[in-house]
């Protein structure tokens, strides 16, 4: 349905920081529910940030609270995380996500109708 393309991974030493971008295509972007998931190899995709229809309407994977930022930018159909602080523990595949949902459930990737193609962040200790 609506077409994500996420670019702003790479590698980056312990500490570190990065800015993943997902841009989206679609008229109604503004009603999205955006979040970023994660999967590292051998684990299940896990949720680390979400952002509603206003942008104090936010939610935070409790690990990365403090350290990541999620934000949008409407006008541009775009998405950001800023990634302050990195550990080796963030290495992995960064995916995008829109949710078309009326209610706000940001946490549960059932939820999200479409997927970008993943970004890879690795974190050198």
């Known amino acids: 349905q609506v077409q994500l393309v996420e670019s702003g991974g790479g590698l980056v030493q312990a500490g570190g920081s990065l800015r993943l971008s997902c841009a989206a295509s679609g008229r109604t972007f503004s009603s999205y529910i955006m979040g970023w998931f994660r999967q590292a190899p051998g684990k299940e995709r896990e949720f680390v940030a979400a952002i509603g229809w206003t942008d104090n309407l936010t939610s935070y994977k409790d690990s990365v609270k403090g350290r990541f930022t999620i934000s949008r930018d409407n006008a541009k159909n775009t998405v950001y995380l800023q990634m302050n602080s990195l550990t080796p523990e963030d290495t992995a595949v960064y995916y995008c996500?829109?949710?078309?949902?009326?209610?706000?459930?940001?946490?549960?990737?059932?939820?999200?109708?479409?997927w970008g193609q993943g970004t890879q962040v690795t974190v050198s200790s």
């Open positions: 996500a829109a949710n078309r949902g009326l209610v706000w459930v940001p946490t549960l990737s059932s939820r999200y109708d479409s």
